[in-house]
């Protein structure tokens, strides 16, 4: 990357200005380390290519468009930092799809957005990825809703043509895609993907339905869409929690209720009236039966309201009972009418003692209730038996219904308030019963994959639930296992209270932390997560005890949601009775539960898919501070691909822990400069063999043996700067813990080089600056330089006779002669530099092929070291001194895998291969050692540790 750059600086220099020029380049070469691993290993190279063949086409380009150019490269270097957490398949997938297959990988994305830029567009938005994709590609939403939408209503539209005609079927295609626009946008996403496909499906069938119904069908559809534009904040699960009770199990979902609308229609019904979704319901369905209201509520409050407001005032306890008149209302239906009228006695009574109390007894009271009916507005797809199910398994035996749960949670506030300011009804429960300690068993049953595992054949989304389920309940008690950490607990505590020293954080985290909102702790457990990408406390063992009692709790928290948590068990409890019901059910019957079963672990599946991705970010994180669990077991099994795929690590990232002694920082610091270096000696080499060899056309007869010889020691520079321009040698990737090797053998092979490097720089200084050596095959023609001396005495002997010459003026004869006498003694030095580099390349020749040799050997012994472990070339360099003695620490290096076998990390088989390689290892060391050729090539290595090739470095 550096090589590409630091070519490229000229030609921006000149365009720009040189302060302008290094300003930029150092900005995109910074952003460009900073762009996560997964994509610098390709993109991050592609970068500085693409900066660097810009640099050679910027000659008639105005200097705005050039600075245009590099700032948005700059910009999207920046932005590939939001990439942290993605795989490149991610990545890939969501660019294909946000440009509906224009823009494949982001190697696609960069040149699109070059363009953009060099057409003059300007970036004025943010500096993140989304933003980037918005510049090029548009807002998010319009691209995710027209997709699917237009599509289907498009092809949709073909099909009525065929009974409408084009322009009524295209003005029909034009206001459906518009309603769409307008549905509640709690349902929208849904609702503008399930029925265009409806309709497509639809239109197909229509060749024996009348022109006139199609139309009043299609007219039913934009009154369907009109009537979804405000459900009143309800989300998709209590609208479809709302069909299913109205229609009595009927009907199931929106799009269930969307079709029986069409059908009637289609069988002669209408609608006058159609401006809410209770306008269809009750067109389908009838009005529905009024339930007794809780009219007790307010007179309850009324009379309580004279004896409150002699203790903590008369607007005070007004504006307490009007938040809790609006509270009571927005509780689900099925529990507003017995609760609200529990709370409201409860208050009552608690009025005739109140006088007892102080004024912040009573506040308390109050908005104690205030909360938790607040709370409760989640719990609208449970029924009253439901909830009380969960309560009394949740709590032991301890509570038994909702009211209940209220008292019992007013005791805890009494001691302590709930962290959050407004607790959700999860968050009540563990501040009123402690922290769920795992799953417990549903009735007799167990949890919810084992309680269908007799039913894969029967019921086939039941062996994909069970896949997943059983993947997670194994994997998240292994790392629970390995996270327990008090120290890294007592840190977190102290982060949350805000009490942490700061000088043990580092210093550009230190307004961060304060910053982390605190109000509610999943909040701020993840935006320290966030952080923790990153070593964030000064002391690395702190800081990687804080990653795991962090990971601790999250994973904790999700192995209790998915197997114990509300949800879970409420949907255990209804299986339960659903598989008991199933026992004694006919055939048809059996066909609903099943059905109903379905509908239950789609729901539990989705849930634990979810919870999956959030694993999928946690996971990255642990690896980078050094937790991993065994998983050589796990992918035998039939666990879901995604999960194989976020528990798997490469071999390197489980074992880099071991040999850490052997690796130095400070090394690519060194190497850098010194193949800048080299490979500015080695592009004379380059362009000598370019000129010389590639462009020659004829070659004098007595010069060819020369070239050749020439030819053959250039062209082994030539591979030798191909293969180093990239820190590999000869398609060989050079890893950090070779870098102190890479630099010893870099120096040994320069030593030999520098008067060839000199006298090649002056040929073509002569031939760039003088336009002479224009051709080797007359400077280094042996026959040639002998007719030149002959031309030289021949001359010589014309100008002394004229000087004798009496009788006659030859003075410019003499002249002339002199003119080409000096021309040609001073062509002279040019077979002499041609004849000296000759020399020079025969002499240099076997020396460098010698030193490539043994440096190929080195590197491929050093390369299959690593198929013990990467840490052992950086223990190679470290021990070249007493190589015959190497095997002692491959043994150290074996004898530690085994202790990672031991513990599971390492499987029996991994660590065979690993030992089989270090025994292969060793014989090869031991005929290494036993070359005298090697040996004594070894020992000027070591002395290269003393050289110093470019003074100034």
Known sequence: MEVFLKRAERQFKEKLGEAQATSTLETIRKTTNEIPATFRRVIGSEIPRFIFNYSQEIEDVSPGIVENVLKHVSIFAESLRDLINKDSNQMNQLLIKRSNNKVRNLSDLLNILVEKAKNGGIFEKGRNFEDVLTYIFGDKAEIAQLNDLEFFIKRAEKNFKTKIGDEKSQNYSKKIITTFSKVDENIQDYISSEIPKYLFKFSQNVENLPAETLEGILNHVLLFNKALSNLNGKSKEQINQEIIRRSKNKFFTVLDLFIAFLDEVKNGGSIEKCESLEDILIHLLGKEEKRIQFTDVEAFLKRAEKKYSLIVGQDMIQMLMEELLDAIGQIPEQHREYLGSDLAKFLFKFSETASYHEPEKVELLFNGAIMFANSLNELGNLNNAEINQFIINRSNHKVRSLFDLFKAFLEKIEVRMPLSSEPNFDEILIHTLGRYDGPKMIEKGGLIHDLLAEFHEEIPLAKEHFGWANAIAEIIPRFLDILSDPEGDRILDFLWENKFPMDQIQEQYHEKIKEIPREKERTFIFRLLTMLTNQILIDAEKDKNLTAALAFRILGSIFIEMFGGRNAQIRGIRLNQLLKDRKVANFEKKQNIDEHINRILSEDLKAIQQRTMTINTIVPVLSKKGYFIKTYDIVTK????????????????????????YKKSGFTGELIPIVNSFLQKLDLANRFYNKYFEEMYQIAFDAQQNMLAIRKFFKLLVDLRENIDTIEFFDYKVANPEHSIYILLLKYLYTPLPEVFETTRTILDEQEYQKKIMKLDKYLSTQKLEQLQLDIKDTENKIREYENFKDFDASQKIMNLTKFLNRDKNEIKFYEIMFKLLDESEKTHAVLESRLEFSKTLLNYSNSLKKVHSSLPAALSENLENLDEFNQEIDKI??????????????????????????????????????????????????????????NL
Request: hydrophobic share 35%; with cysteine.
């Open 638 to 661: 039939d666990f879901p691909e995604l999960i194989i795929k976020i528990i798997t690590y490469r071999e390197e990232e489980r074992l880099k822990d071991i040999g850490t002694e």
């Open 894 to 951: 074996v004898n530690k895998l085994k202790e990672k076998s031991s513990s599971g990390i390492l499987s029996p088989f991994e660590f065979r291969e690993k030992n089989d390689a270090a025994e292969i290892s060793k014989k090869e060391l031991l005929n290494l050692c036993s070359n005298d050729e090697f040996t004594n090539h070894i020992k000027v290595l070591r002395e290269m540790s003393e050289v110093t090739i470019f003074e």
